[in-house]
């Protein structure tokens, strides 16, 4: 008995990321957009939890680091192919681009003696996912454009043989920041007023990163 409460407790950071992916499953039911915010935030925020108890448990193995990639390949996909499924062909072709580059960076970072912290993360295209659709119900425009160039910038950042240091998610490293950054993106959502406050953060910081590592490299 003792034995699997063991493993049951070395192994919750684990059964947290699968609970991440499970319940979007809801976005295939019929009315499965009006739950698309929520479950991204959902999401987004068992993906940070589990890394907080793997730490906080000294739950930390190479299983959980594959598992947790799994977990972040098939979540993202998701969310990106049902978003360009629902604002028409031309987001879908360039989301199905998006997906391929998620699969191909998730499967390269399976091996944790491997992984190299380099590129954008796939979280990082999610969140700005978030930002567009919350932006486009604040001021009732259509995101179709907005996602498809989000799509492809961050195709291309994922892809970048050196790290963006400066993404604002990269920076926190405590459990308080991190903690911060999940509430930020629930307000964004609740208060719609701060969507474009929290946005613009996210959003510079990635191009201050991304302009930064351009200009450091051509030296």
Known sequence: MNNIFKKLYKN????VSTLGVLPLVILFSDNGFL???????????MDDLDGILAIKLDAKSEFGARMDNVCDAVSH???VMFVGLHFGITCSIIGLIAVAAILIRSVARLDPSLTKSAGSPTNE????TLFALLLAEL??????WPLIIIFLINTITMFLPFPMPYLIRSMTKSTFLILLVNVSLVLAW??????PVIA???IFS????LIKVIISHKK
């Open 206 to 209: 990635y191009f201050y990163s």
């Open 200 to 202: 613009a953060v996210f």
């Open 125 to 128: 295209l999610i969140r700005h």
């Open 190 to 195: 609740l208060v719609p007023y701060t969507a």
């Open 35 to 45: 739950y698309l915010i929520p479950l991204i935030i959902y999401n987004n925020i």
């Open 77 to 79: 996909t998701i969310i």
């Open 12 to 15: 919750i950071p684990n059964i």
């Open 139 to 144: 001021f009732n425009f259509d995101p179709t």
